[in-house]
């Protein structure tokens, strides 16, 4: 498609590249190629001929700003800076989610001349204190980015440590309640409480009036949603029949399928027509387990989906709201970068980045 067109064109296309690439520090083949309405071969091309000019990383699936550990093609004058500070970054996965805020992180770091040393943790607060304390304690870090958990006396004890390390914290994808009064830690986060408001939003517009909710039980995004959600129902004057918080992608296959039957049930009842799941593994489940029942999606249900990790791939393709995960760990490192060169003068900041609901074959207007 792409080989007969003007020079000019293909130029235009790949200054878009690389602007994606300033703005977020990686970017996907697939979304590019849906974005400028070209085959994902030509984005390819392009990335291709991007990276022998030694201007970006090629990477499986897409790009990344320049990382000096590409060797392929000699840098010459782009070479980045040399590194200015070690900054450790400990994450509660390095799988589902995390990764895209990883990739954007050392995207950042590259260009910064920030040396990022990774760790991996869980989701509980002994172990993510354990990772932490471990690098801070090597005594080689001038700070830190963190996402620990939040949540009830442990996560707000870990909180209050992380606060009275004697290195700047900048949490990633968190945030400390208000009630803490911390006053130095900083952060970059999805303002999940305005995606919560924009899903019942979204759902409104198409015409449902009685919505329903199902949560991850015990996740930090959550409760935020629901804040968001709650807030907008009022608003609207929506009606929320079912509301549950639970695992499906946890639970072995006998309760999972009780559950959801249960789920569906209720829903019939009292004629909800729609339902926002947090997060894409248990909108996915849901989905197949309802249209294996019978159920017509969207026409029977429609379906929004929080995270936008595997919701595009599912069967109808789930309509979903996506955390701008890489800007959020570029935002991080930027930030730590800012606070390390200007610690003296520079107010603590605290960051809310918005999420961007992307509408697909699963939510549709009442009725159609």
């Known amino acids: 498609m792409d080989d007969a067109a003007p020079a000019p064109f293909g130029l235009s296309r790949r200054e878009r590249i690389l602007d994606e690439l300033a703005r977020t520090g990686a970017v996907r083949v697939a979304d590019l190629a849906r974005e400028l309405g070209v085959a994902e071969l030509t984005i390819r091309r392009d990335i291709g001929h991007l990276a ?27 070479t980045p800076p040399p590194t200015r500070f070690r900054v450790g970054m400990v994450v ?71 606060e009275s390390l004697p290195i700047p914290v900048v949490l990633a994808e968190r945030r400390a309640p208000s009630a803490l009064a911390l006053t130095s830690l900083e952060w970059v986060t999805t303002d999940h409480v305005f995606g919560g408001s924009l899903a019942a939003a979204h759902l409104a517009s198409l015409g449902h009036r009685r919505v329903g909710i199902l949560t991850s039980a015990g996740s930090p995004t959550s409760w935020q949603l629901r804040r968001g959600w709650d807030r907008a129902l009022l608003e609207l004057g929506l009606e929320c029949p079912v509301d549950l918080d639970a695992s499906l992608d946890a639970m072995d296959a006998p309760a999972r399928e009780a559950l959801i039957a249960e789920l569906l049930e209720r829903c019939r009842d009292t004629g909800t ?32 989906a929080y995270d936008d990790e595997v919701a595009e791939s599912a069967e109808p393709a789930i309509t979903a709201l996506r955390p701008p995960k ?43």
């Open 52 to 78: 022998d000019r030694g201007l970006l990383t090629r990477v499986h699936g897409g790009a990344t700003l320049r990382s000096r550990l590409d060797t392929t093609v000699a840098v010459g004058a782009a």
């Open 92 to 162: 509660p996965s390095l799988s589902y989610y995390w990764p895209q805020i990883i990739i954007g992180a050392r995207a950042a770091a590259t260009e910064l001349g920030v040396q990022l040393i990774l760790r991996g943790a869980s989701y509980s607060v002994d172990d993510q204190r354990r990772q932490i304390a471990t690098l801070v304690e090597s005594g080689s870090l001038h700070g830190l980015i963190a996402a620990p958990e939040t949540l009830g006396p442990d996560g707000q004890a870990l909180l209050h440590w992380l």
């Open 273 to 304: 027509t729609a339902l926002l799941i947090h997060s894409d593994p248990q909108a996915v489940l849901l989905q197949q387990h309802a249209r294996d029942r019978g159920w017509s999606i969207p026409g029977d249900l429609a379906i929004v």
């Open 326 to 368: 890489q800007h959020v760990g570029r935002l991080a490192v930027q930030a730590m970068a800012d606070r390390l060169s200007d610690s003296a003068h520079r107010p603590v900041q605290r960051t809310y980045v918005l999420p961007v609901l992307h509408a697909r074959e699963s939510t549709a207007p009442v009725g159609r």
